[in-house]
């Protein structure tokens, strides 16, 4: 199994540039979800997924739009890049209805919006 | 959402027990406690779990209060492959919040 997977590794923007950050997972998880890292911070919950069809807001959604087509893919879209939100994107997945089980992250990828 | 509270930072000398504590008093009678690492440039990865009784891996041990509003994740040999931020998280299945977490350094 290759896990959890991310592309791009890394990501230079201009202000107003829209992009989608991919995710992919071969696990058959039900459960994934995008997370962000800012310099010296704890990650912090954009948007969620607990099947293929269905999407939730985490803590910090604004400026990302998702949505979950296939069970193994979960995109991240960023309308219009903003320099707020360069950051390191992480993806996650996990089995789904089931609390015990652990997330599996993705190596990240680099966001530099300018 | 639930929330953790854990100290900003903490020093262990290698090869010495680290007890990394966390607070969670508004935890709900469902919520696992779970604890992820995160080495310098990587994506978290995960640590250990548990409900309600202390738990045990190849990792680390988990140790849970009775009245389960706190928890310290226990490495019984610190090395330097130790140093990362530790982060306690209540696990609400639908909505996993990180916090801030704890910076974990070892003294060689």
Redesign the interface.
């Known amino acids: 199994n290759a896990g959890v997977t991310q592309t791009p590794k890394f990501q230079v923007l201009k202000t107003g540039q829209s992009m989608t950050l991919q995710c992919a997972q071969d696990m058959n998880h039900e459960y994934m ?1 995008w ?1 962000r890292q800012d310099p010296g ?5 954009i948007h ?1 997924s ?1 099947g293929a069809g269905i999407t ?1 807001q ?2 910090v959604p604004n400026g990302y739009n998702v949505s979950r087509s296939t069970t193994e893919d979960f995109p991240l879209r960023l309308l219009s890049a903003a320099p707020s939100q360069t950051s390191v994107y ?1 993806c ?1 997945s996990r089995r789904g209805g089931e ?2 089980e ?7 990828t680099r966001l530099l919006v300018l | 959402d639930a929330k953790t509270t854990q100290p900003n930072s903490m020093e262990s000398n290698e090869e010495e027990p680290v007890h990394l504590p966390c607070n969670h008093s508004t935890i709900s009678g ?3 406690i ?1 604890w ?1 690492r995160q080495l310098p440039s ?5 640590v250990i ?1 548990g ?1 309600t009784s202390n738990v045990n891996n190849r990792m680390a041990s988990l140790a849970i209060a009775e009245d389960r509003k706190s928890s310290t994740l226990i490495l019984h040999r610190a090395t330097l492959r130790d140093a990362a ?1 530790y ?1 306690c998280i209540l ?11 704890t910076s974990l350094s070892v003294i060689p």
């Open positions: 979800s997370y911070m704890g990650l912090r919950l969620y607990v939730d985490g803590e992480f996650a609390r015990r652990t997330q599996y992250f993705g190596p990240g | 469902t919520d696992y779970h992820y990587q994506g978290p990865e995960y779990h409900l931020v982060y696990d609400s299945y639908d909505k996993v919040i990180f916090g801030p977490g």
